[in-house]
């Protein structure tokens, strides 16, 4: 009897140590993989929208489009220049005049290098009508934005740092060997996008007038971030964002401090989530780890009036017409970016004069809003065909 008790507490404990042995090994898997030497040069140059890199890209690409990865020469904040990549798609048919382009700023997938939609198994996995536009005879320049793939501290939901990404992916596919591109442009985007594009047509003028929007598409767009903090920060969706946010300002802003906004015994997780992508199959462990948050991870109850970070959130958030036409879509079962929130900052918008479009799906979430099968896509394309076309912008604040 005694002989069996003990090979059973042996078994026991091979068993649990080979548990925690294949959940370290997990663990490790989980982690971003590094990006390649794709990623990397030895001399940034110094002017914005410089092409530094190109080579054909053919992962995921649809039918009759052919693909480019580039690596291209940005700025952040006082002008310190960084490199961002960025994946260009162009259909395969000849053209006999500059293809007109669609600048597509994706949602999120993290904040750290290894992150990118380019070094992803699927990097079009969440990009609205992307057959349709190619069927457009359109161009897709998607960055990566700074720090997800080429080294650097990415600007997550900072608006000039996604920006300056935007705008200077677009001036690299110029220079692109064989793709002859025209001076129009609409901006795209989704969630983390969504916030991206509506600050790249607010700060295009300034930043790159050379970049000549006609519009701005946001679908399910970060607009008020106060309210987005203020209201997500107790699901498993919101505390993911929130570490990502608070992770990405304490490392920009230097009167955000870290351990004055997260609480002390949430501290260890908010860092070690902030180091793992959203978006791939590294994501399960991701959500998984997310769950296991038992306290709230800020030290205040409203994060937005948390001090600096409190100031910081406001100061990115959208305000004021842009100089184009808008369009704006959000689903109405999303429990993110809470329709609510979105109403109120469209009517914000109304009253400071913007020309908005107001796209409402009553039965799509944040992501099924820019799945396939959404009816946006369809408004999408048709929104983005009146701007190239110059057609007078429908105004729903009118109503």
Not at 276 to 294: D, I, L, N, Y
Not at 348 to 371: N, P, T
Not at 373 to 386: E, G, I, M
């Amino acid at each position: 009897m005694a002989g069996r008790f003990h090979r059973f507490w042996q078994v026991t404990a091979w068993l649990v140590l080979g548990l925690i042995a294949a959940g370290v090994v997990i663990w490790g898997l989980s982690l971003p993989p590094d990006p390649s030497r794709f990623y990397s040069a030895r001399n940034v140059p110094e002017q914005p929208g410089t092409l530094v890199r190109a080579e054909g890209f053919t992962r995921k690409v649809p039918d009759g489009a052919r693909g480019w990865r580039i690596l291209y020469s940005t700025s952040r904040g006082g002008g310190r220049p960084v490199l961002a990549s960025a994946l260009v798609l162009a259909p395969k048919a000849k053209s006999d005049a500059p293809r007109r382009v669609i600048a597509w700023a994706h949602g999120t997938t993290g904040i750290v290098a290894g992150c990118a939609p380019s070094m992803m198994p699927d990097p079009f996995q969440h990009t609205p009508a992307l057959r349709e536009a190619i069927a457009q005879g359109w161009v897709i320049v998607a960055t990566d934005y700074i720090g997800l793939g080429a080294e650097g501290v990415h600007p997550y939901l900072i608006g000039e740092g996604e920006a300056r990404s935007v705008l200077d992916a677009v001036r690299a596919a110029r220079h692109i060997e064989g793709l002859s591109l025209a001076d129009e442009t609409v901006v795209w985007g989704h969630s983390q996008g969504g916030h991206a594009a509506l600050w790249t047509g607010l700060l295009a003028p300034r930043l790159a007038p050379d970049v000549r929007i006609l519009g701005v598409a946001a679908l399910a767009p970060a607009t008020d971030l106060p309210a987005l903090v203020r209201q997500a920060h107790h699901t498993t969706a919101g505390r993911l964002v929130s570490s990502y946010i608070v992770t990405s300002y304490s490392a920009t802003y230097p009167d955000v401090q870290f351990d004055g906004v997260v609480r002390e015994e949430a501290s260890r997780l908010v860092r070690d989530v902030a180091r793992r992508c959203m978006s791939g199959p590294r994501a399960v462990v991701t959500a998984a780890e997310v769950s296991m948050f038992e306290t709230p991870i800020f030290q205040f109850d409203d994060p937005a009036q948390g001090g600096a970070f409190g100031d910081r959130l406001r100061q990115n958030t959208p305000q004021g017409p842009l100089p184009v036409p808008v369009w704006i879509a959000q689903g109405g079962q999303d429990k993110l970016v809470l329709p609510h929130i979105q109403d109120v900052y469209v009517q914000r918008q109304c009253e400071a004069g913007q020309v908005l479009s107001y796209g409402q799906y009553a039965d799509r979430d944040h992501l099924s809003l820019v799945a396939a099968d959404s009816p946006a896509a369809k408004d999408l394309v048709a929104w983005t065909v009146q701007r190239f076309n110059a057609a007078p912008a429908a105004n729903d604040c009118r109503r």
